[in-house]
């Protein structure tokens, strides 16, 4: 009887420990799927210190609700760890760490925890001390986290941009080494060098272990992906970025390793259709290849999460239900009706996937917050013609349909806005001045007639969002922001009364020496620097550097972005200072230049009861700036002011009795 009793203890405990076993790096990848990083937030020097606040747990009901199974979250240990043995790491910070792992671990996520941003290991790696020290880091994290699921994965160093090969191996046989005394069978994921990319991957040393997977990151083509230059899609492009993924999947093949693309993404800059090309891209080759991903989300230029209130914009859905056979090579094209000339957008696709349902296509206009559905199409359309469309508007297409079993395949967006010839007001009349112009309602029209911004796509998106011009929202209202040196905006005003102007307006940013300017239909302008105001969004009130004299009527102002330091700017505040009798009172006083407008030469009268021997004349900018002096000597004399540049001029008469102004204008 006890040897049975013992027979059936030992079988029920080995039973138990099969259905309780440590997944396989292969089983880890296929329930990882597709997953997104918690960037920017545990890395700053202080939780929440750069452009996004302290974690929140209710983020990973977002991202359950968005239907992702893995988050990566970078973690930063350095400014939380002792700087002598043994290398303690501050307590509070692995509570904190352990908090955040354990909202998505409750969630059921596939949880990648990693050393990230740690530059002072990179840079010093020859050092024992700083190698003792990154070692104490990771025995410190074996120990705190080796009870927790097997979801929990271990990732050794990100990106060890400043390290060679061998140290990386070194660093990564080290690392592991130290995980397996208290996780034997813990997933850990390792990379190359440099910036851990597919080629680095590969050259690495593969560790001698059963569980663990190969990390690599992408932002193929670096110069659109990461800086927003140019377009995405040709078909050379296509190729480059499969052939990146070809190489890492016979890599993977080859030694038995499953692989984790850990980062990828487009910042918001990119081109609008562009970008979404290369995301689905990017998860359509990651399905087929059979790695999982985390996209990049840093919550700025790279965000994919509006964190501000846990809604997605329009890449989650390419993130979730993009497939090989979803609808591809999709364009929208402004196609205005060849016999009416009416406005119109032809929508194109092309069908890959076979015995599906219906296509469903959807619009998002500039002025709605969510997709409209527009057309119920029948499973082998492939175009759409929208009729119900306006010109000066942008317009956001996209499809999806079903699979026979009933899964959901999206299209990638597609947007397309319907210019004019003719800029207008963004109001049905103009900007009145003296008044307050709000930078948002610049004019309709588009690139380079109505503005002319260095990208394509607004990248805080949260008014007019299919136009480049970069205008948030803040408050109650919205702001300009992103802005970079050589862009430009238009206004047309509406100038009640000649006069003297002061112009104030409102500025937030955290870099010193910004600069823009304001420039009318008649030349006139004044300009503004920009300083520190401590904070993106700590809004300052900031006065021109001059006052500036308009005249009535309407007319187009420009605004133009002269520094590449950025701000962030609300509204521009005109004043009336004046009325503008100068010039009246100069002619009727017996001070008379002609022609004007001059194409260089300036005749001058001066009646006689002006002139004594101070009598002189000043030139001037409109913004206050001297440029000469000239001598008086006689009732008349001609001025060459050919060398000048075109625009305003202030043309001053002045002696111990009078001070007399003409505006010049020289062509």
């Given at each position: 009887?006890?040897?049975?009793?013992?027979?059936?203890?030992?079988?029920?405990?080995?039973f138990?420990?099969?259905?309780?076993?440590?997944?396989?790096?292969?089983?880890?990848?296929?329930?990882?799927?597709?997953?997104?990083?918690?960037?920017?937030?545990?890395?700053?020097?202080?939780?929440?210190?750069?452009?996004?606040?302290?974690?929140?747990?209710?983020?990973?009901?977002?991202?359950?609700?968005?239907?992702?199974?893995?988050?990566?979250?970078?973690v930063?240990?350095d400014?939380?760890?002792?700087?002598?043995?043994?290398?303690?790491?501050?307590?509070?910070?692995?509570?904190?760490?352990?908090?955040?792992?354990?909202?998505?671990?409750?969630?059921?996520?596939?949880?990648?925890?990693?050393?990230?941003?740690?530059?002072?290991?990179?840079?010093?790696?020859?050092?024992?001390?700083?190698?003792?020290?990154?070692?104490?880091?990771?025995?410190?994290?074996?120990?705190?986290?080796?009870?927790?699921?097997?979801?929990?994965?271990?990732?050794?160093?990100?990106?060890p941009?400043?390290?060679?090969?061998?140290?990386?191996?070194?660093?990564?046989?080290?690392?592991?080494?130290?995980?397996?005394?208290?996780?034997?069978?813990?997933?850990?994921?390792?990379?190359?060098?440099v910036?851990a990319?597919?080629?680095?991957l590969?050259?690495?040393?593969?560790?001698?272990?059963?569980y663990?997977?190969?990390?690599?990151?992408?932002?193929?083509?670096?110069?659109?992906?990461?800086?927003?230059?140019?377009?995405?899609?040709?078909?050379?492009?296509?190729?480059?970025?499969?052939?990146?993924?070809?190489?890492?999947?016979?890599?993977?093949v080859?030694?038995?390793?499953?692989?984790?693309?850990?980062?990828?993404?487009?910042?918001?800059?990119?081109?609008?259709?562009?970008?979404?090309?290369?995301?689905?891209?990017?998860?359509?080759?990651?399905?087929?290849?059979?790695?999982a991903?985390?996209?990049?989300?840093?919550?700025?230029?790279?965000?994919?999460?509006?964190?501000?209130?846990?809604?997605?914009?329009e890449?989650?859905?390419?993130?979730m239900?993009?497939?090989?056979?979803?609808?591809?090579?999709i364009?929208?094209?402004?196609?205005?009706?060849?016999?009416?000339?009416?406005?119109?957008?032809?929508?194109n696709?092309?069908?890959?996937?076979?015995?599906?349902?219906?296509?469903?296509?959807?619009?998002?206009?500039?002025?709605?917050?969510?997709f409209?559905?527009?057309a119920?199409?029948?499973?082998d359309?492939?175009?759409?013609?929208?009729?119900?469309?306006?010109v000066?508007?942008?317009?956001?297409y996209?499809?999806?349909?079903t699979?026979?079993?009933?899964?959901?395949?999206?299209?990638?967006?597609?947007?397309?806005?319907?210019?004019?010839?003719?800029?207008?007001?963004?109001n049905?009349?103009?900007?009145?001045?003296?008044?307050?112009?709000?930078?948002?309602?610049?004019?309709?029209?588009?690139?380079?007639?109505?503005?002319?911004?260095?990208?394509?796509?607004?990248?805080?998106?949260?008014?007019?969002?299919?136009?480049?011009?970069?205008?948030?929202?803040?408050?109650n209202?919205?702001?300009?922001g992103?802005?970079?040196?050589?862009?430009?905006?238009?206004?047309?005003?509406?100038?009640?009364?000649?006069?003297?102007?002061?112009?104030?307006?409102?500025?937030?940013?955290?870099?010193?020496?910004?600069?823009?300017?304001?420039?009318?239909?008649?030349?006139?302008?004044?300009?503004?620097?920009?300083?520190?105001?401590?904070?993106?969004?700590?809004?300052?009130?900031?006065?021109?550097?001059?006052?500036?004299?308009?005249?009535?009527?309407e007319?187009?102002?420009?605004?133009s972005i002269?520094?590449?330091?950025?701000?962030?700017?609300?509204?521009?505040?005109?004043?009336?200072?004046s009325?503008?009798?100068?010039?009246?009172?100069?002619?009727?006083?017996g001070?008379?230049?002609?022609?004007?407008?001059?194409?260089?030469?300036l005749?001058?009268?001066?009646?006689?009861?002006?002139k004594?021997?101070?009598?002189?004349?000043?030139?001037?900018?409109?913004?206050?700036?001297?440029?000469?002096?000239?001598?008086?000597?006689?009732?008349?004399?001609?001025?060459?002011l050919?060398?000048?540049?075109?625009?305003?001029?202030?043309?001053?008469?002045?002696?111990?009795?009078?001070?007399l102004?003409?505006?010049?204008?020289?062509?």
């Amino acid at each position: 009887m006890k040897k049975f009793n013992l027979f059936f203890i030992l079988t029920l405990l080995l039973f138990t420990q099969s259905l309780s076993a440590q997944l396989t790096p292969q089983q880890a990848i296929e329930g990882m799927g597709r997953g997104i990083n918690l960037g920017n937030t545990l890395e700053p020097p202080l939780e929440g210190g750069w452009n996004n606040g302290p974690a929140q747990e209710s983020y990973f009901d977002a991202y359950v609700d968005a239907g992702f199974s893995n988050i990566r979250i970078p973690v930063r240990w350095d400014l939380h760890t002792g700087n002598n043995a043994p290398f303690e790491v501050d307590e509070t910070w692995m509570n904190r760490v352990e908090e955040v792992v354990d909202w998505g671990l409750a969630r059921g996520f596939y949880i990648t925890l990693n050393g990230h941003h740690e530059d002072w290991l990179k840079n010093n790696y020859a050092d024992a001390t700083i190698r003792a020290r990154y070692d104490a880091i990771w025995v410190q994290i074996a120990e705190r986290f080796q009870d927790k699921s097997d979801h929990l994965l271990f990732e050794i160093i990100n990106e060890p941009l400043g390290m060679t090969v061998a140290q990386v191996d070194d660093l990564n046989e080290r690392i592991l080494g130290i995980i397996r005394e208290n996780n034997p069978t813990r997933i850990v994921i390792y990379g190359g060098n440099v910036w851990a990319n597919a080629e680095q991957l590969i050259d690495a040393a593969i560790p001698a272990d059963d569980y663990v997977i190969g990390y690599y990151h992408a932002y193929d083509p670096w110069q659109f992906s990461g800086e927003g230059q140019g377009t995405w899609g040709t078909t050379n492009d296509y190729q480059q970025v499969t052939n990146k993924y070809q190489l890492v999947k016979n890599w993977s093949v080859a030694n038995g390793i499953p692989v984790h693309h850990s980062e990828f993404g487009a910042v918001h800059s990119c081109d609008f259709n562009s970008r979404m090309r290369i995301y689905a891209h990017n998860v359509e080759q990651c399905i087929v290849k059979g790695f999982a991903f985390s996209v990049w989300d840093d919550g700025g230029n790279f965000g994919i999460l509006n964190r501000a209130d846990n809604t997605w914009p329009e890449v989650k859905d390419i993130l979730m239900h993009y497939y090989e056979d979803s609808p591809n090579q999709i364009f929208s094209t402004s196609s205005p009706d060849p016999i009416t000339d009416a406005p119109a957008v032809i929508v194109n696709w092309n069908n890959r996937a076979t015995a599906t349902g219906e296509i469903i296509l959807e619009r998002l206009t500039a002025s709605s917050n969510t997709f409209q559905q527009i057309a119920n199409l029948p499973a082998d359309a492939t175009t759409f013609t929208d009729t119900d469309v306006e010109v000066n508007n942008t317009y956001t297409y996209r499809m999806y349909t079903t699979r026979a079993d009933g899964t959901l395949l999206h299209g990638y967006p597609t947007r397309v806005r319907i210019n004019s010839d003719v800029q207008t007001p963004y109001n049905p009349t103009p900007i009145n001045i003296p008044g307050v112009l709000e930078v948002e309602e610049y004019d309709n029209g588009g690139e380079g007639l109505a503005y002319h911004d260095n990208d394509a796509a607004n990248v805080a998106g949260t008014f007019r969002a299919g136009e480049g011009v970069d205008i948030g929202g803040f408050g109650n209202g919205h702001i300009l922001g992103y802005v970079e040196l050589g862009e430009w905006i238009e206004y047309t005003v509406n100038v009640t009364q000649s006069g003297v102007y002061s112009v104030t307006t409102e500025v937030a940013s955290e870099m010193a020496n910004g600069a823009f300017d304001i420039t009318f239909d008649n030349a006139a302008s004044t300009d503004f620097n920009t300083p520190n105001t401590g904070s993106w969004v700590g809004f300052q009130q900031l006065a021109a550097n001059n006052e500036i004299e308009l005249t009535a009527g309407e007319q187009q102002m420009r605004l133009s972005i002269n520094s590449t330091s950025a701000f962030n700017l609300d509204n521009l505040t005109f004043t009336l200072e004046s009325t503008s009798t100068s010039e009246i009172d100069a002619t009727q006083a017996g001070f008379k230049v002609s022609p004007n407008p001059t194409e260089g030469m300036l005749n001058i009268e001066i009646a006689e009861a002006l002139k004594d021997n101070t009598t002189r004349l000043e030139l001037f900018r409109v913004t206050g700036e001297k440029l000469s002096t000239f001598k008086v000597d006689e009732t008349s004399a001609r001025l060459d002011l050919s060398a000048f540049a075109g625009g305003l001029y202030l043309l001053h008469l002045v002696n111990e009795e009078v001070s007399l102004v003409h505006r010049i204008v020289v062509h």
